[in-house]
Structure formats: structure tokens, C-alpha cells
T-cell receptor, first 112, second 112 residues
Framework: DGGITQSPKYLFRKEGQNVTLSCEQN?????MYWYRQDPGQGLRLIYY???????QKGDIAEGYSVSREKKESFPLTVTSAQKNPTAFYLC???????????FGNGTRLTVT | AQSVTQLGSHVSVSEGALVLLRCNYS??????LFWYVQYPNQGLQLLLK??????LVKGINGFEAEFKKSETSFHLTKPSAHMSDAAEYFC??????????FGKGTRLHILP
């Protein structure tokens, strides 16, 4: 079955450490996205990529970095510069930037 | 830039009653509009999408939404609520640069 895999489901880190969240898709989609979800705030766009080796900042990119070296993979690194990293992170993909999004099941990151 | 407003962060309806979740968007230019559903600790799933082909859009699980340009609204309805409909619902709209912007979400509670 085609889909998006995010791993791990739960992640715990100490403050000051960088952490990388994995996102892999086998849908052959060109566009991939990272969203952050906090209670009562909906989804906020961190980064998105429309094609391999290219990506753009979303609304809340500060303290995050991404890479898109392969079509299937779009890992997100939460750096120590992110002031409030504890959140639910969702990866998504779509055929193109106007098409509906397909989501992974998310990674819940807790930083203490 | 586009914005999306979902009226009511929590909505409660009795099982078998009408479900109405409200969504208003900001632009006068008809955008692409979507409704997504999220079950606890999961990603979002597409319920339905409006792409200007018809103003009444039918989705999965008995949901439908009506695009009303004069009211800049895209409210989600279901004639008869089921316990399995309890979830969080997000309205989304494409921005001018084709990014998808999400509302803050409405949590639907079904009363027995």
C-alpha cells in the first residue's frame, strides 16, 4: 500500500540537542510538507518542497532545517535554536502544490 | 494572504442529529477549499474538496459541504451524526502562492 511513514511515533530529547524526524513516502508525489500542530492552533507550515533539491520556508521555519535529496524522503531537523520544540509534527505529500495532502501519522516530540 | 476561520473550537451534537461545522475564508476570489478529519494521535484524512466544478460537494462518510461565494463560506454538514464521527475537523484553503492554509480546527463531540 502506498503512503507516508513517519518515524518514530514518540521522541524524547533533552533541551539543547538537535533531533531529526523522518518522513518517507512511496506515493511518487513531487511535493512534501512539514507542519507543526499545537492544541487549539491548527496546523502551521514549517517547510515545503515542490521538487528534489529545492525547498521553501513556511510560516514558522525558524529553528528548523530540512533537506530533499531524494523524492521519497524529506527529513526535518529540530535544532536547539527552536524555542518551543515540544509539539506534534506532521509530514504530508501531494501530487503538486494545489492537490489535496496525504498525511503521515505524525511524530510527537517532547523536549525537557 | 488568505485566512480561514472556523467558528467554534468545540461542537457537541446528539447521535442522529444534524452536524454543522462552519468555515469562512477571506478572499473574494474562489480558491480551492478542503475539509480534513483527524482522529486522536493520527494524521489528517481528506473528507472532501471544492475545485469549482460544483457548489455542493459530497465527501466520504456521508459528509458534504456547500460553497457559497456571496458568504465566503464552505460549511460542512452531515444529516445524522454517528458516534464514529467524533474527531477534529479542519477547513483549509489554498493561499495566493498555492500553499494550503488551515483553520484552527473544530472538535466534534457526539452525545449518546
Amino acid at each position: 500500500d502506498g503512503g507516508i511513514t513517519q518515524s518514530p511515533k514518540y521522541l524524547f530529547r533533552k533541551e539543547g540537542q538537535n533531533v531529526t524526524l523522518s518522513c518517507e513516502q512511496n506515493l511518487n508525489h513531487d511535493a512534501m510538507y512539514w507542519y507543526r500542530q499545537d492544541p487549539g492552533q491548527g496546523l502551521r507550515l514549517i517547510y515545503y518542497s515542490q521538487i528534489v533539491n529545492d525547498f521553501q520556508k513556511g510560516d514558522i521555519a525558524e529553528g528548523y532545517s530540512v533537506s530533499r535529496e531524494k523524492k521519497e524522503s524529506f527529513p526535518l531537523t529540530v535544532t536547539s535554536a527552536q524555542k518551543n520544540p515540544t509539539a506534534f509534527y506532521l509530514c504530508a505529500s501531494s501530487i503538486d502544490i494545489r492537490s489535496p495532502l496525504h498525511f503521515g501519522n505524525g511524530t510527537r516530540l517532547t523536549v525537557t | 494572504a488568505q485566512s480561514v476561520t472556523q467558528l467554534g473550537s468545540h461542537v457537541s451534537v446528539s447521535e442522529g442529529a444534524l452536524v454543522l461545522l462552519r468555515c469562512n475564508y477571506s478572499s473574494s476570489v474562489p480558491p480551492y477549499l478542503f475539509w480534513y478529519v483527524q482522529y486522536p494521535n493520527q494524521g489528517l484524512q481528506l473528507l472532501l474538496k471544492y475545485t469549482s466544478a460544483a457548489t455542493l460537494v459530497k465527501g466520504i462518510n456521508g459528509f458534504e459541504a456547500e460553497f457559497k461565494k456571496s458568504e465566503t463560506s464552505f460549511h460542512l454538514t452531515k444529516p445524522s451524526a454517528h458516534m464514529s464521527d467524533a474527531a477534529e475537523y479542519f477547513c483549509a484553503v489554498t493561499d495566493r502562492d498555492d500553499k494550503i492554509i488551515f483553520g484552527k480546527g473544530t472538535r466534534l463531540h457526539i452525545l449518546p
